[in-house]
């Protein structure tokens, strides 16, 4: 079936360095693409999205890439910092004609070592 | 001022029990969601309401009834509880169905 899916579930980086993380999509259709941020006891929260008529998009200290053509997400982060270890989730979202629900990927832990 | 919040955050009970957890946002939206996520935190829609109406139903046992007494509120009641409906259920909302969606802190649900 089609899924969102990503690369790695852990990624270890140094404080300071940038990091990047990955994300594979099947459904052609989707448009609409959220990074989310969970940390540990918390609820996702809303980092940055994209949608399919754009190729890049930036926030502070974060940039999201889309490559339609081979179906890929990836989320980069500048000069990682102790407070960007978490969980990230690529969601994307599907629209029913009354709403919409979000698909999310598994899911990759960054761990940030000072 | 907690914007999406929940209630209990830890909840622990017996298999073949019945619970509920609510939900309340003080946002103003008038879109609510339930999702569950398993222990892999792998996340999952399962309802979606607009207006106090049900929306999304994405084939959840219909030993979850989620209620929804106003649009600030959605809760979830689950009867007859199993091993496997152990997971932390998140709410979350947003302006409409086409906006950014706010997450509750979750409710880890424990079944023995």
């Known amino acids: 079936g089609e899924s969102v899916g990503l690369h790695l579930p852990t990624l270890s980086v140094q404080e300071g360095d940038n990091s990047i993380i990955n994300c594979a999509y099947s459904?052609?259709?989707?448009?609409?693409f959220i990074w989310y941020k969970q940390e540990s006891g918390k609820g996702p929260q809303f980092i940055i999205d994209i949608r399919s008529n754009m190729d890049k998009r930036q926030g502070q200290r974060v940039t999201v890439l889309l490559n339609k053509t081979v179906k890929h997400l990836s989320l980069q982060i500048a000069a990682t910092q102790p407070g960007d270890s978490a969980v990230y989730f690529c969601?994307?979202?599907?629209?029913?004609?009354?709403?919409?629900?979000?698909?999310f990927g598994g899911g990759t832990r960054l761990m940030v070592k000072p | 001022d907690t914007a999406v919040s929940q209630t209990p955050k830890y909840l622990v009970t017996q298999m073949g029990n019945d619970k509920s957890i609510k939900c309340e946002q003080n946002l103003g939206h008038d879109t609510m969601y339930w999702y569950k996520q398993d222990s892999k935190k792998f996340l999952k829609i399962m309802f979606s309401y607009n207006n106090k109406e049900l929306i999304i139903n994405e084939t959840v046992p219909n030993r979850f009834s989620p209620k929804s007494p106003d649009k600030a509120h959605l809760n979830l009641h689950i009867n007859s509880l199993e091993l496997g409906d152990s997971a932390v259920y998140f709410c979350?909302?947003?302006?409409?169905?086409?906006?950014?969606?706010?997450f509750g802190p979750g409710t880890r649900l424990t079944v023995l």
């Open positions: 969601a994307e979202k599907i629209y029913y004609n009354a709403g919409n629900m979000l698909t």
């Open positions: 459904n052609s259709a989707s448009d609409y």
């Open positions: 979350a909302s947003s302006q409409g169905s086409y906006n950014e969606q706010f």
